[in-house]
């Protein structure tokens, strides 16, 4: 079973696991602190049994104050979908997704990559369980002024 990106959904974690390939997975899996299993599906399971339950509060509690903001974006967006452009205007900047390499494959993901997937998607299944803990994000503000200053 699988999902269309464009369709702007994930059901579920579980699929979107499976979209991932094992380097991918391995990559994720090493932020459990776990011993990473070598089948696919036994690397998806530890995922998915990390975030399980009260570990989700937990994981989330552990990310930094941006991880946070982002997770809190797309858990309140109707869309489930973190906009970074969005982000980057409200916030000043971008959440840490993690170090990037010259290639796809050097990519080393940080702890806010167990929360959103492809296309910084949030699966559905997640979305409705943080939904319960996860605080509404702050609203946009323009700064604004009584006087235009003397020069601009």
């Known amino acids: 079973m699988s999902y269309d990106v464009d369709e702007g959904i994930i059901p579920t974690l579980e699929l979107a696991l499976d979209s991932m390939n094992v380097d991918e997975l391995r990559k994720l899996a090493a932020l ?3 011993k ?8 998806a399971a530890l995922i998915v049994q990390h975030l399980a ?3 989700l509060r937990t994981v989330w509690e552990g990310l930094d104050e941006l991880q946070r903001a982002a997770v809190a974006e797309a858990v309140h967006s109707p869309s489930s979908q973190f906009y ?3 982000f980057r ?3 000043g900047g971008d959440p840490n997704w993690g170090s990037e390499g010259k290639y796809r494959s050097e990519r080393t993901p940080s702890r806010l990559c167990l929360f959103l997937y492809r296309g910084y998607m949030l699966p559905a299944d997640l979305k409705a369980r943080l939904l319960n803990f ?3 994000p702050r ?7 009584d006087r235009l200053p003397p020069t601009y």
Do not use: F, L, N
């Not at 609203?139 to 002024?145: F, H, S």
């Open 32 to 34: 459990t602190g776990q």
């Open 134 to 136: 996860v605080p509404a």
């Open 53 to 55: 339950g009260e570990r």
């Open 84 to 86: 970074s452009g969005q």
């Open 139 to 145: 609203q946009a503000a323009i700064a604004t002024v």
């Open 89 to 91: 205007a409200k916030y």
């Open 36 to 43: 990473v299993p070598s089948r696919k599906a036994d690397i």
